[in-house]
């Protein structure tokens, strides 16, 4: 491959080839400058740029990247090149070599496969149910969630526990999971169970026939004979600046104040609402003491400590905190936040609702992915946006680089002290808020009333 030519003809679409070419095209309306890289992955890159200058360039730091790294590390897209350096980077961390991590994993598979003379050996499907338990409890599995995915698989044995599980056909899995109704109190009562309850429950059956077929109780993985379903997208996205702006000044509104804990570890500590919660502690039926508590914040050097106990599993990390992080913290601290906090989904109700905020406009974790988002060009590198996060980095690169933040909208983030919401709170953008969330309230209020019935001539009867 070479890469010696551009094609700078003005006015025409140019020919996809394996160099960089760059033309003038009329691209949603403007004329623009498009470089096309040809094909990579089976797809065509390309992209436009107003100025020539910058086009020009995008070429020129092309042929450098090949000219360093070579063609097939270019035509890489960006997140599997950061995915490919944080993987590599979290491989040497542990001591290991990346031939070395092959060979496990070499060795891993083979221990998973079955002999081609074996003979399955029949097997209850109430006892497979009781090795796939055991074999979570000594993985260190949390022990409710274990005991109630127990509960769970026996629904489906219910009638056929002492059925060798090498009879069951995938037919009669599919039927069943297809046949499930929620059963949880609540306008959705007695609807189908919906595509993400069946994914989940396809995967937890896929476990327990694989601790059938690797004790040659079953000769195939059931489930894998059914179609799979696609995980249901969602959109990406995340909270504007100004949103954030009106979040925090909603929290520092008298009354709600002890709620601010809450989105200040979020927006700018990247922590989840079930670590803030102690989700995980009060669930294991932990003593106080291994909640997380102010103990855990170290405002002096900014850092704060999710202990296992807490993180969700395998994400124990120490969280490097921006400045304006530790002013916030500071503020929560002097307002007395609680920690765990309480009341703490009246009050979210009460903040949303303070700036017009509908639950369709509110995002499910968004603090957290705005913090994620906006730390990416403070920190430089994924690898430390992920120690941080203590998130998987795949999904770090697919939520979050794909938005494509502008930099100075990050910075700015980034300058959302409790001094300049205070002053923000004085101003007539923000009664403006509240006036349009209040009015907004009081429609929904009389939409919803009920309306006087008709009397026999037609007219609506007045009592009184």
Partial sequence: ??????????????????????SHVMHNGQMRWKVEYGRQN????????AIEKEADKAISDWNKRVKVAGSWWAALEEDEQLGIQVVVGKIKDAGLELDQVWAEHQAWKKDRELPANSTIVPTAYEDVVAEWKRRKLNAGADTKYVTQAGVDLLKFGAGQERRPISEIHHDQLDKWVNAQTIQKKGRDFGKPWGLSTK???????????????????????????????AKPGREKRIYPNDTVMNIM???????????????????????????????????????????????????????????????????????QLQPVAVEWLKLCKELDCTLPPFNQFRLSDSVFDLIGLDVPDRIRDGCRKNCATHLRPVLKNDYDVVRNMGHSVRILLKNYAKLMVPEARSLEYWMITPERVKLYMKSREWLKVQREATEKRNKAIAASAPKPAPSANGNAKVSG
């Avoid at 989840?272 to 291994?290: H, M, Q």
């Fill in 1 to 22: 491959m070479t890469w010696t030519h551009v094609d700078t003809r003005l006015g025409t679409e140019g020919h996809l080839t394996d160099m960089p070419s760059k």
């Fill in 42 to 49: 089976g797809h065509r890159k390309r992209e436009f740029f």
């Fill in 199 to 229: 994914r989940t429950w396809l995967s937890l059956f896929h476990g327990l026939w694989e601790v059938a077929v690797i004790n040659n109780w079953a000769a195939v993985n059931v489930v894998d004979k059914i179609e799979p379903i």
């Fill in 249 to 319: 000044a909603a929290c520092l509104t008298p009354g709600l104040e002890n709620f601010l804990i809450i989105p200040v570890l979020g927006f700018f500590g990247c922590m989840r609402p079930e670590e803030i919660s102690s989700d995980k502690p009060r669930r294991n039926e932990l003593p106080e003491e291994r909640s997380f508590l102010w103990s855990c914040i170290d405002l002096k050097h900014g850092l704060i400590t999710v202990s296992t106990d807490v993180a969700k599993e395998d994400d124990e990390r120490v969280i």
